[in-house]
């Protein structure tokens, strides 16, 4: 059977490898980006994966746009929460629009989009929701109160739905990605991101896409399914919970 998954902020980085690794493993794959289009058709040129644009910080986006991915590939059985910003800023220097665009985009998508699949996958007896959550939700780094509080909500989000869900067949997990060489992360100094490598990341190298990609299938698997409420942690090491 080929099961329907939708992954958001799947056009770049971490999502796209998501969504790659979904399509190679013969899902039916929906990617939703917000509005880079040259990524977006870049990613179905090379797959095939049908793309959609909506903001995931608008609920009446996101209804519009799970029902047409049910109504293109099937109802949504595996949901992946990916897309997500991180303007870091210090508090003192944070306008109020800033945080509440970090919320809306990192936390409130989450349930903007679980919120459309979640009846369906209980009625259905089989869903997966897959959080993207962060590294930043244990150990938040300076700037990061609001992306840290978000990040952190993602996780407390998981293990409540996953409590919710354990008897119908839905599983509900995160994942925390340490540093992932992305668009996300180039916005750093070079110098912080080589003091990270050789000095903090255990394993010696920024993450790979596919590292985070791996969990997003082991996760997804109809025979994962005693594993609920857990989170993943993918940083080669830098942090140990
Ligand atoms: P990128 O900036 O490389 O890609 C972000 C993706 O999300 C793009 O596809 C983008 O679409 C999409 N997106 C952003 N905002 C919205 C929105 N409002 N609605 C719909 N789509 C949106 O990010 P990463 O791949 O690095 O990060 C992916 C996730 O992983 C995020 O949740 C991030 O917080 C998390 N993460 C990343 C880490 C890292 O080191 N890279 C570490 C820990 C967690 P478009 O191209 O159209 O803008």
């Given at each position: 059977m080929q099961r329907v998954a939708l992954v958001t902020g799947g056009s770049r980085g971490i999502g796209?490898?998501?969504?790659?690794?979904?399509d190679q493993a013969g899902y039916k794959v929906a990617a939703n980006y917000r509005s880079n289009e040259e990524a977006a058709a870049s990613l179905a040129a090379e797959t095939g994966v049908a793309t959609y644009a909506w903001d995931v910080a608008d609920y009446d986006a996101c209804q519009k746009g799970v029902e047409q991915v049910a109504?293109?590939?099937?109802?949504?059985?595996?949901?992946?929460?990916?897309?997500?910003?991180?303007p870091d800023k210090f508090m003192h220097k944070m306008a109020p629009d800033v945080w509440r665009k970090v919320i809306d985009t990192n936390l409130n998508a989450a349930f903007n989009m679980t919120h459309q699949v979640i009846k369906p996958m209980r009625d259905a007896g089989f869903g997966r929701v897959i959080n993207v959550a962060s590294l930043s939700a244990f150990a938040p780094n300076y700037g990061e109160t609001a992306y840290g509080a978000a990040k952190g909500a993602m996780v407390s989000f998981t293990k409540a739905l996953?409590?919710?869900?354990a008897t119908k067949g839905v599983t509900v997990n995160a994942i925390a990605p340490g540093y992932i060489d992305t668009d996300m992360i180039r916005v750093a100094p070079q110098e912080f991101l080589d003091d990270l490598v050789e000095n903090h990341i255990l394993v010696g190298r920024l993450g790979r896409v596919e590292d985070v990609a791996r969990c997003v299938l082991f996760l997804a698997a109809d025979d994962a399914d005693f594993i609920t409420g857990a989170t993943i942690d993918v940083n080669g090491g830098q942090v140990m919970r």
């Open positions: 796209r490898g998501i969504a790659i690794a979904l109504a293109d590939l099937g109802p949504v059985e595996v949901l992946v929460n990916n897309a997500g910003i991180s996953a409590k919710e869900s």
